[in-house]
């Protein structure tokens, strides 16, 4: 537990200390006005209550992704505890921060506008179809579970079937309605339900005092069937380190954040908050998989038990709403991050109901489409979620070279996000090389392959930076 706490007191020191040096290389501007005031719409751009937007962007970021991430990461022994705590303060959190902070200051840009106003217009075009891709499989993802499910706590008739249609109609409602309508008001109460287990959690971890390994017994990997670490467990602990898809929920909630002062509590603390409950469950799955013979046990088994043991009846209630709303609450912000994206290239307003609803539509369609054909075969949603969760890191690439040249050319201390840039880069690489639905190579060429291209990137951007200094 000695290590546990360490790691915790990390996770929230890094919110004070290198959160505020972050916000400090950024240069905030308190009185400068948001995109809430100047871009008002009443349906996306509108101010709102701090606090509320902490809660909505955490549910946003979070969904199953610090549970499910970490409890598959802690798999990998001690080291996924390194990779949260490090991963989230200096990565992951700086990540969302700046990404947030250059949307405020384009006037509540979606991402992919934001990437290609520094990398290119061609990259432009390309990000555009990348993370519309993205969003669509995050939708078509977070269905089925949460669907499957419902189909067995309901009666026999309300089938599989019939709960992916109603979740699709509720992505739909919530996709189009105002954010303060129907997001603003409930997500906050699963937001709340998520922190809570999380809580309940960490207090049974000082209550049972459960013997967990610490970092001094070694790094070693105890996967039980010895995937390598990198770039495995970097690939699935994502939410709860760093992950492409928080950059495209950020312009969401910059768009109604009242004033930059907020940033720094909203994006880097509600990122460090799902670090924080990322640990929680790593530590707690890493008790279960020494302890009780459950290494082999899929992440679904594992919050189960953990809340069933320590929580009691509560605890499983908890468990089951947070399995069943945060995949949802994260697959309609994921559509309404589509449909915002899809409309910033066309230049449509959306204050028009109409107008949002003939972007949104092919959007579902696409999403039910992807998750019919996934289900046609028994690995096919597996298969699915693996291309999710590459392409999810690999887009918090693109977002981390964005930001480096912006800080880059506006003479900022860069290195903040080169490193973590050049680390993903490594690591993305090298997993398409190793991984089945990738190239298949070996782990050692793989290896070999990814630190290569990393290399090759940051000798691309010394020449960049260095035609650009003679160029100025």
């Known amino acids: 537990m000695i290590t546990f706490t360490c790691c915790l007191f990390f996770l929230i020191i890094g919110y ?32 709102m209550p701090t606090w509320k937007v902490f809660m909505i962007q955490f549910l946003n970021i979070a969904g199953l992704g610090p549970i499910f991430g970490a409890i598959m990461g802690a798999k990998f022994g001690m080291s996924s505890f390194l990779w949260i705590v490090l991963g989230t303060v200096f990565a992951g959190a700086t ?19 934001m990437v290609g106003r520094y990398l290119g217009s061609r990259f432009k075009q390309f ?23 419902l189909a067995n706590l309901t009666a026999e008739h309300l089938d599989l079937t019939f709960w992916i249609i109603v979740i699709f109609i509720y992505y739909m409602i919530a996709a189009v309605l105002p954010v303060d309508k129907l997001i603003g008001r409930i997500y906050p109460i699963f937001a709340a339900a998520l922190l809570f287990m999380a809580v309940g959690i960490l207090v049974m971890l000082f209550v049972h005092h459960p013997p967990i390994p610490e970092i001094t017994d070694g790094l070693y990997n105890t996967h039980p069937n010895q995937l390598p ?73 594992i919050v189960d038990s953990i809340t069933k043991n320590w929580l009691g009846t509560a605890g499983a209630v908890l468990a089951i709403l947070g399995v069943i709303a945060a995949p949802i609450t994260t697959g309609d912000t994921a559509f309404r991050s589509a449909r915002l994206i899809v409309a ?51 887009l918090a690439i693109f977002t981390l070279w964005a930001l480096t040249v912006y800080l880059t050319k506006e003479k900022k201390l860069y290195i903040i996000t080169l490193i973590p840039a050049l680390f993903m880069t490594a690591v993305c690489t090298t997993y398409i090389f190793v991984a089945p639905e990738g190239f298949g190579l070996s782990t050692a ?26 160029e100025a």
């Open 344 to 394: 910033d290239f066309l230049h449509w307003e959306q204050k028009t109901l109409w107008k949002r609803l003939a972007i949104s539509i092919p959007l579902f369609l696409a999403g039910i489409a992807i998750l019919l054909y996934s289900m046609k075969d028994k690995d096919g949603f597996d298969m699915i979620w693996r291309y999710f969760a590459w392409t999810n890191q690999t």
């Open 127 to 149: 990000m555009r179809v990348f993370t519309i891709v993205l969003m669509v499989l995050v939708g078509a993802v977070f269905v089925a579970g949460p669907a499957g499910l």
């Open 445 to 470: 060429l793989s290896q070999i392959i990814g630190v290569g291209i990393a290399l090759i990137t940051l000798c691309w951007f010394i020449l960049w930076n260095v035609k650009r200094k003679k």
């Open 95 to 113: 990540h969302d921060f700046l990404a947030a902070m250059l949307s405020l200051r384009h006037d509540g840009e979606s991402l992919p506008e």
């Open 16 to 47: 004070f200390v290198y959160g505020r040096f972050v916000e400090k290389i950024f240069g905030v501007d308190p009185d400068r006005q948001t995109p809430a005031y100047a871009q008002r719409d009443g349906v996306d751009f509108l101010p």
């Open 229 to 301: 670490i990198f770039p495995i467990m970097f690939v699935s602990i994502a939410c709860g380190a760093i992950s492409g898809f928080h950059a495209t929920q950020s312009p969401l909630m910059a768009r109604t954040i009242k004033s930059e002062k907020y940033a720094r509590p909203v994006f880097y603390g509600s990122m460090i908050t799902e670090g924080i409950v990322a640990l929680i469950w790593a530590a707690a799955a890493t008790y279960f998989y020494h302890n009780h013979g459950m290494a082999e046990s899929n992440a679904a088994v």
